[in-house]
């Protein structure tokens, strides 16, 4: 069986934007300290670029920390749920290899959970053009924390389920800052970080976060619910109390291009 292709599985998430919305998890007030430390300025009154914005998630807190942000997104679903839950703030249709800004026009480029979409170098000479000098590119992404039992479990049944043809339910081995700037000739100078922090949600919510990564949504409504089913009872069974607290470590990495 041939592998849904990344367009495919980076489309997938416009039929399922409001599950999205609903059940993916948020970010700590940590993780834009550290934004803030790397990219040595304050987020209050920068203009942001909040691209690969899906619903909003980034983009609401980064303007609760007093960024002026406008929003791009490439997909028509996201995108609507994204008018819903922000109708205030600025959205254009269009993708990080392509940017719909002008050149020098923002403080920062971010994306949260949305580079791996990218073309990294094609996406990191737009980041260059449209930054201000001295601007920041931010990128993040919360990882399930695999040193915790119950999560490193259900890592393996995902596995096994794939045919360990995914390394986690984020369809790919774990993030990290090597593979960040995989084919880009000129590197630009970067740190990392890494925020720990954790949410405690109904085992309802848990399934229907994981059920909105796009390898679950391409794999098919049936295959999916079954997966979803069996990993109830796994997870009732070491939790009768139907409460799970997931725990994420957000790699950032903040490069000054």
């Not at 069986?1 to 998890?25: I, K, V």
């Not at 990294?120 to 919360?142: F, K, T």
Request: hydrophobic share 45%.
């Amino acid at each position: 069986m041939t592998a849904p292709s990344r367009t495919t599985r980076a489309r997938s998430f416009d039929a399922a934007a409001a599950q999205y919305a609903a059940n993916r998890p948020s970010y700590p007030p940590a993780l834009f300290d550290a934004i803030e430390d790397l990219a040595g300025r304050s987020l209050v009154g920068a203009r942001v670029a909040d691209v690969g914005a899906g619903t909003g998630i980034a983009t609401g807190l980064l303007r609760g920390r007093g960024a002026e942000v406008i929003a791009v997104e490439p997909g028509e679903g996201m995108a609507a749920e994204f008018r819903r839950a922000l109708p205030g703030v600025p959205l254009v249709l269009g993708d990080g290899d392509a940017l719909p800004l002008a050149d020098d026009s923002v403080d920062l480029v971010t994306y949260a959970q949305a580079w791996h979409w990218t073309r990294p170098a094609r996406s990191l000479a737009e980041a260059r053009r449209v930054l201000r000098p001295g601007g920041a590119l931010a990128m993040w992404w919360n990882r399930d924390a695999f040193d915790v039992p119950w999560i490193a479990e259900q890592g393996d049944r995902i596995r096994r389920h794939f045919r360990g043809e995914y390394g986690n339910k984020q369809g790919a081995d774990t993030v990290r800052t090597a593979l960040a700037f995989e084919g880009v000739q000129d590197i630009p100078a970067h740190a990392h970080r890494v925020v720990r922090w954790s949410r405690t949600v109904s085992v309802d919510t848990h399934l229907s976060n994981i059920g909105s990564h796009s390898i679950f949504l391409v794999q098919g409504a049936e295959a999916t619910a079954a997966f979803l089913a069996e990993e109830r009872e796994h997870l009732l069974r070491s939790f009768p109390d139907g409460t799970v607290e997931e725990t994420y470590d957000v790699l950032l990495i903040v490069a000054t291009p």
